[in-house]
């Protein structure tokens, strides 16, 4: 087995039912999808995957599922322990592919620069039925020296000029991307000290770059993300202390990383324009190419 497509989701069945429908529809050729209902307190995450069953019976699926939200971390080490894929593409449930070939262009990349150790595609936002043109969700990550991170592009046109160039880059979100499951593993996975989520796939970037390999955005490859889906849901309030309790683990870690790459100080990370969300319920145009 070539891929295996890891997908974390809490609820929001209706995602995870379209973004099935959407892999599908791109092709599963040499693929495993190894999906994961992170305890839902209702039976309709697992009514979606037996429904993509019956649809598609010669697909090949795994399925964990517990009773208890354990978070994106643990969710996702433990969906790769139970993978068989030579690379591993985290994928959440609300991300969904717009290039059809997303895998294999997406592999590709480790063939064109052997240091590579992640590729991740360009974000984009779900177009809805007065748009004709994508705008970036995110061309990966600026981190500061303090841990902030902005996403790159974001609201920007996916054909900008500046965000269009197959680069290295600090970090990439974990949304969409492609890892070789042998480094996964030899990482040791996702920390878990950054459960239940957030900054813990930061934080794998820099493991990933500290064993002398490479961060790769790509571009050429567009997955659709509607953002904000996937994790449990968190007040604003709880989500700000999240964000500075994980922030100040990643800092710590990394704090000699970050010095060493010269990074951008706390004001050269932006959050990028306000873009108006268009949610599945909306019916956005989600076209392969």
């Known amino acids: 087995m070539k891929f295996s497509v890891i997908m974390l989701s809490h609820g929001r069945a209706h995602y995870t039912a379209r ?19 992170d305890g839902t307190p209702d039976t309709s995450v697992q009514e979606a995957i037996n429904s993509f069953r019956r649809d598609y019976p010669d697909a090949a699926v795994k399925t964990i599922r517990y009773e ?61 039925h007065k748009e004709n043109k994508p705008i970036i969700q995110c ?39 492609l890892t070789p499951r042998r480094l996964w593993l030899d990482i040791g996975g996702m920390d878990e ?7 813990e796939d930061i934080d794998y970037c820099y493991a990933v770059r500290s064993r002398g390999l490479e961060v790769w955005y790509v571009p050429s490859v567009e997955m659709y993300h509607f953002e904000n889906v996937t994790s449990v849901d968190l007040s604003l309030g709880g989500y700000a202390a999240l964000t500075a309790r994980k922030s100040q683990i990643f800092r710590k870690k990394w704090e000699q990383a970050l010095t060493e790459e010269k990074a951008p100080p706390p004001t050269a990370v932006t959050w990028q324009k306000n873009v108006p969300l268009v949610r599945l319920e909306d019916k956005p145009a989600l076209e392969l190419i």
């Open 19 to 37: 973004s099935l429908r959407q892999l599908a529809s791109a092709g599963l050729r040499d693929t495993e999808l190894v999906l994961v209902d």
């Open 68 to 128: 208890k939200s354990v978070g994106a971390v643990k969710g996702r080490n433990d969906a790769v322990l139970a993978a068989e894929g030579e690379y591993v593409a985290l994928l959440d449930n609300d991300c969904m592919p717009r290039t059809r070939a997303w895998l294999d262009e997406l592999k590709a990349t480790f063939e064109r620069h052997p240091e590579a150790g992640i590729a991740a595609p360009r974000l984009v936002y779900p177009l809805s």
């Open 139 to 177: 061309a990966g990550c600026i981190v500061a020296v303090s841990g902030r991170v902005g996403y790159r592009g974001r609201g920007e046109p996916a054909d900008a000029a500046h965000f269009a160039a197959e680069e290295t880059l600090q970090a990439v979100i974990s949304a969409c991307w």
């Open 193 to 199: 000290a950054y459960s239940p989520y957030h900054f």
